[in-house]
């Protein structure tokens, strides 16, 4: 079971630190955006991700494909 936890926890561990990067829920958006699960853009009083927070997320997902 250990083995185990540490196998998911490597596997979830650069996408968790990749939506971490900036404040819920635009990381999660972007996320679901790039899987192709567009649910809009955030309103105000949050913003877009930056560009090199989606670069992040992007290169994150990258491994799941």
């Known amino acids: ?3 185990d936890a540490r ?3 490597r596997f979830l561990s650069p996408i968790l630190s990749a939506l971490s990067l900036e404040t ?7 996320a679901l955006s790039i899987a192709g699960l567009a649910m809009g853009q955030v309103r105000p009083p949050l ?3 930056s560009i090199s927070t989606r670069e992040a997320i992007h290169q994150a997902m990258q491994r799941w494909s």
């Open 47 to 49: 913003a877009p991700v």
């Open 1 to 3: 079971e250990v083995n």
């Open 24 to 30: 819920n829920p635009s990381p999660i958006k972007e």
């Open 7 to 9: 196998r998911w926890h």
